[in-house]
């Protein structure tokens, strides 16, 4: 019998020893300076936001999305644009502050707005502290903006997201679901067509401002000095198809 015993726990030790060694490391962690999505939620300022008020740290999925709720239908509703997100001013330059409850060996962490990323740091596989701040230029950008900000982890096919809904060089507020350009012409619409031609970088452009890229017409919706990477149909936010 005593044998028999001491086999069994030699089995369970061994069986309990390849599940610890095989099984990803959990790995938590959110942005909640500004406040993301998640944070506002579990901070009580967004209702109906689901099981996600308890766990902010928990919006894990596949890398590569490009979503708030990381492809996971338990937090689909912070991937709901009829919410009343809460908008935080932010400067030109703004810091974005991670907030980990298990951390875990990075890769990398990535903010987008819209298909155009921001800002890129790497995490050079290293563990990082119980917070992390990144510095992010969001030049070329202006008013009302969605910032997707992804935490890659380095040794797992898996990502944590938060998306911060911010005001850059503006004041607080409430963002609506898909912003409006409205005009009011009297006769004939006037286009504005200065600077006009193809698009190019390192041109200021101005709203209204009329370019071709690639045989098609953009108009800009937002002023901002234009760099390889910003071509009109990779920033919406930015261009306008006419």
């Given at each position: 019998m005593r044998r028999l015993l001491t086999l069994i726990a030699v089995v369970v030790i061994a069986v309990a020893t390849t599940l610890f060694n095989t099984t990803p490391a959990?790995?938590?962690?959110?942005?909640?300076?500004?406040?993301?999505r998640?944070?506002?939620?579990?901070?009580g300022k967004v209702s109906n936001c689901g099981p996600v008020i308890y766990e902010p740290q928990s919006v894990e999925g596949a890398k590569g999305q490009r979503n708030?709720?990381?492809?996971?239908?338990?937090?689909?509703?912070l991937s709901d644009e009829s919410k009343s997100w809460p908008v935080a001013a932010v400067s030109s330059t703004a810091s974005f502050t991670w907030t980990f409850t298990a951390r875990h060996a990075?890769?990398?962490?990535?903010?987008?707005?819209?298909s155009t990323r921001v800002g890129y740091v790497a995490g050079n596989g290293r563990q990082p502290p119980s917070t992390v701040t990144h510095s992010i230029n969001?030049?070329?950008?202006?008013?009302k903006q969605r910032i997707l900000a992804i935490w890659n982890i380095a040794d797992t096919p898996m990502a944590f997201y938060s998306c911060i809904d911010?005001?850059?060089?503006?004041?607080p507020g409430t963002p609506t679901s898909t912003p409006t350009v409205t005009s009011t012409?009297?006769?004939t619409p006037t286009v504005t067509t200065t600077p006009s031609g193809t698009w190019k970088a390192g041109t200021a452009y101005a709203t209204g401002n009329t370019v071709t890229y690639n045989g098609s017409s953009?108009?800009?919706v937002q002023p901002h000095t234009a760099i390889a990477g910003w071509e009109p149909p990779n920033v919406p936010a930015l261009w306008q198809k006419i």
């Open positions: 959990f790995a938590h962690g959110y942005v909640n300076s500004p406040p993301s998640q944070a506002n939620c579990a901070q708030c709720h990381a492809g996971d239908s338990r937090w689909a509703p990075t890769r990398d962490y990535e903010y987008y707005i819209g969001l030049s070329g950008f202006s008013g911010v005001n850059i060089g503006g004041t012409p009297t006769s953009y108009r800009c």
